[in-house]
């Protein structure tokens, strides 16, 4: 799956790179070539008179139900992709992939990059004709510091003043460094001079939300279309919950509007990609995400698009348990899985991951090198020393024979495959270890990992935001900030919140942190970073996408006859 499950320590808000390769969004210009082209982006050819207009509606394929246009409570990524084109926060990506000013129209620095002061566009509107303004942030960002079920989006709150203090319940709610001083002035004040700050304040979990119909629909806000008002290029209509079909429709009160070519865009959720495939290919729809499941005759045909995403999966452990709280068993199945053979697959398109943190993600300002490429492999496959760790856990736990149960989502073509050879590894490997499959519904999921209800789960996870910390401090594991307590961990991310601007002291302190969350405890066993695949109508341009995941970005769409 592609959910954000969505960890104590004021280092997390360490100051990031300096600058980001990875920033820029891939532009989509499509030729007959299946790569992605960064041209073809201007405006539309001039019409001959007597040649019909082309009409701009287009038509997405989803793989599964949109659960929540509420901001701060959308960790799937299903609903992330709906939430990035029918809001809009204080930046956006813009056709040539570089954030810019969206929902702000200046922005003023104060003491040394730690303040950052913004005047609001006064024709920025909500769907309703409500003006949108600075309350209206303030109000979605101390709305998300106070939820529970936003554990995996509030961590982007981290770079704000005192929201450390407030979760761990130190400090109150005012304290938070957002204010509205009127209606068109928001001030935020950072933890210190954060170089990304500009990427989170784009990600969906820090849009604003309309405080007068938040409180107006209380819980019920964001599970409908209707109960739900939009700032960004697009409202969305006929949205219910489990609905199958809703669809987008060019937002007649968004400030850009002139801007936005595409009038109306239809989501259909269609679990069956063969047929998807079939009606693509029949001109019967624009888009359809494939993933990383595939086969290379799919990857051959005019259309198909590839790109490889720092979406990873993992393996999550319960660490209230027995048996997968014992650091030994957890160290143990991380050496005894073979990541390179399952990526080996030639219908699964995925690189083997040795890290929590992706390649092709975050690079050195100092030297263009991957944050990868510097870390290195920190675990892997070593049989050797998975059954000594496995003896020791059975030692210490004083259990020769262990059955537990591996929580795989339902309904992804590649889990069964995944998840058979998984359990062959750990129960070849580890002699008197019984793994048992249990595939469930996406909700049922999310439901048990937040009330620490299985042993282990398979995760798959995006981040709202291009620097390493983001898989650091949150990464999709469930229940870090509450459940690992490290000191070495946490040293060494205050070492990195206090190098300055010693970019290369900055990430050794972030690796040296990686391995111990990964090698030393392995609170998470790390598989796989997967390669997303797509089919796009070739006459479709300019569909962006985010550079922390898959979500594409329709703003600048339209449609070539």
Request: proline share 3%.
């Amino acid at each position: 799956m592609c959910i954000s499950i969505e960890d104590k320590e004021n280092a997390l808000m360490a100051a990031g790179e300096r600058f980001m390769k990875a920033r820029k969004i891939f532009v989509i210009a499509i030729s007959l070539v299946s790569s992605i082209l960064s041209v073809g982006c201007s405006s539309h050819q001039t019409k001959k008179s007597h040649e019909k207009p082309v009409k701009q509606e287009a038509s997405m394929r989803i793989r599964g139900m949109v659960k929540m246009l509420d901001t701060v409570k959308s960790i799937d990524q299903n609903s992330i992709q709906i939430n990035q084109n029918v809001f809009e926060g204080l930046y956006r990506y813009d056709k040539e992939g570089h954030l810019v000013l969206a929902g702000a129209k200046s922005e003023k620095t104060e003491d040394g990059g730690r303040v950052h002061v913004y005047r609001l566009r006064k024709d920025a509107k909500w769907s309703n004709g409500d003006p949108v303004v600075a309350q209206d942030y303030v109000y979605a960002w101390k709305k998300l510091l106070s939820l529970k079920e936003s554990a995996s989006n509030w961590t982007n709150l981290l770079i704000l003043k005192n929201a450390n203090e407030i979760h761990d319940g130190q400090k109150d709610m005012e304290s938070l460094g957002v204010q509205a001083l009127d209606d068109h002035t928001l001030r935020v004040e950072l933890i210190g001079n954060i170089p990304y700050y500009k990427e989170i304040f784009a990600s969906t979990a820090m849009f604003p939300q309309n405080h007068a119909v938040a409180e107006k629909y209380g819980d019920e806000y964001g599970k409908t279309s209707a109960s739900t008002v939009f700032n960004g290029p697009f409202s969305v209509v006929g949205l219910e919950q489990g609905s199958k079909k809703w669809e987008l429709v060019k937002n007649k009160n968004y400030w850009g509007r002139k801007d936005v070519k595409l009038k109306r865009i239809k989501y259909v959720v269609e679990r069956d990609q063969p047929s998807d495939q079939k009606d693509f290919f029949k001109g019967k729809c624009d888009y359809v995400r494939i993933g990383c499941s595939y086969d290379e005759k799919l990857a051959s045909k005019k259309g198909f698009h590839k790109r490889l995403i720092p979406e990873v999966s993992m393996i999550c452990f319960n660490q209230k348990r027995q048996v997968t709280g014992n650091v030994h068993f957890r160290r143990a199945v991380t050496y005894a899985i073979d990541r390179k053979k399952i990526a080996a697959s030639k219908t699964f398109h995925v690189k083997a991951l040795y890290g929590i943190v992706p390649a092709n993600y975050s690079y050195s300002p100092e030297n263009d090198v991957d944050y990868r490429e510097d870390a290195g492999n920190i675990v892997g496959l070593d049989k050797k020393k998975a059954q000594n760790e496995w003896k020791q856990a059975q030692k210490e736990t004083g259990r020769n024979q262990v059955t537990l149960t591996l929580l795989f989502t339902k309904d992804m073509r590649y889990s069964d495959d995944i998840a058979r050879k998984i359990k062959e590894d750990l129960e070849t490997t580890l002699p008197g270890l019984q793994i048992k499959i249990k595939m469930v519904e996406l909700n049922e999921k999310l439901e048990r990992a937040f009330d620490h209800d299985y042993d282990m789960f398979y995760q798959s996870w995006q981040p709202s935001y291009v620097d390493p910390l983001a898989f650091i401090v949150n990464g999709g594991m469930e229940h870090l900030r509450e459940d690992y307590h490290n000191t070495d961990y946490q040293n060494n991310l205050e070492k990195a919140a206090t190098c300055g601007g010693d970019f290369s002291k900055r990430r050794g302190f972030i690796i040296a942190a990686e391995k111990d969350l990964v090698e030393k405890d392995a609170f998470v066993a790390p598989l796989f970073q997967q390669s997303n695949g797509y089919l796009l109508n070739p006459n479709m341009r300019c569909v962006g996408f985010v550079p922390y995941g898959s979500a594409c970005i329709l703003r600048d769409a339209w449609i070539k006859k």
